[in-house]
């Protein structure tokens, strides 16, 4: 199985600030790696695919990059809204996995 | 607008199998891989597998010998069953579509408990 490792594990920032997370693979996923943002008792909802692109409807704010091991999902200007947990998952080779999730919290 | 809608009980008990069923409107069953993922309680996400139309499956080898994934294009749904259940089952369980997994359901919790 392909190991995913976000970093942080846990994210304190203020609203206005820009953030980035981190996600690791174990082995290369080429470009198919996904973002997800979930907030408390609701479904994970698709940020980005691809590593980079942005599902239709996502705000611009949010962007991914990265390839093969390394990818990052930027959040610039953070609103209250932003502030909830984000995984990251490749879907390059089965298993799928997912990260382990990053918090996003308010400082 | 994609939608899926998960269903099933909500209780399973231990050593029973857990059987839940996701129906899908605003798109066609029979484009896609159609998947089933899990999350027990304040833990991280799980993929169980998926299902496209032409039978093709794929289930992660941690629970592959306990699970069935089906599909029925008359009705628009798909379906989940996990043999041999214990409370380590206990999760919300989602659907979505596609290996990015761009629509999702809104979850149904189900707890393995006698």
Redesign the interface.
């Known amino acids: 199985d392909i190991q995913m490792t976000q970093s942080p594990s846990i994210l304190s920032a203020s609203v206005g600030d820009r953030v980035s997370i981190t996600c690791r693979a174990s082995q290369s996923v080429s470009g198919w790696l996904a973002w997800f943002q979930q907030k408390p008792g609701r479904a994970p909802k698709l940020l980005i695919y691809k590593a980079s692109t942005l599902k239709s409807g996502v705000p611009s704010k949010f962007s991914g990059s990265g390839s093969g091991t390394e990818f990052t999902l930027t959040i610039s200007s953070l609103q209250p809204a932003d502030f909830a947990t984000y995984y990251c998952q490749q879907y390059g080779s089965y298993p799928i996995t997912f990260g382990q999730g990053t918090r996003l919290e308010i400082k | 607008q994609v939608q899926l809608q998960e269903s099933g009980p909500g209780q399973v008990k231990p050593s029973e199998t857990l059987s839940l069923t996701c129906s899908v409107s605003g798109g066609s069953i029979s484009v896609h891989y159609w998947?089933w993922i899990r999350q027990p309680a304040g833990n991280?996400?799980?993929?169980i597998?998926?299902i496209n139309t032409v039978g093709g499956t794929?289930?992660?080898?941690?629970l592959k010998s306990r699970v069935t994934m089906s599909v029925d294009t008359s009705t628009n749904q798909f379906s989940l069953k996990l043999t041999s259940v214990t409370a380590a089952d206990t999760a919300v369980y989602?659907c979505a579509r596609s290996?990015?997994?761009?629509?999702?359901?809104?979850?149904i919790l189900v707890t393995v408990s006698s």
């Not at chain 2, 991280?44 to 993929?47: A, N, P, R």
């Open positions: 998947n991280g996400l799980e993929w597998g998926h794929k289930y992660n080898p941690s989602y290996n990015f997994l761009d629509y999702w359901g809104q979850g």
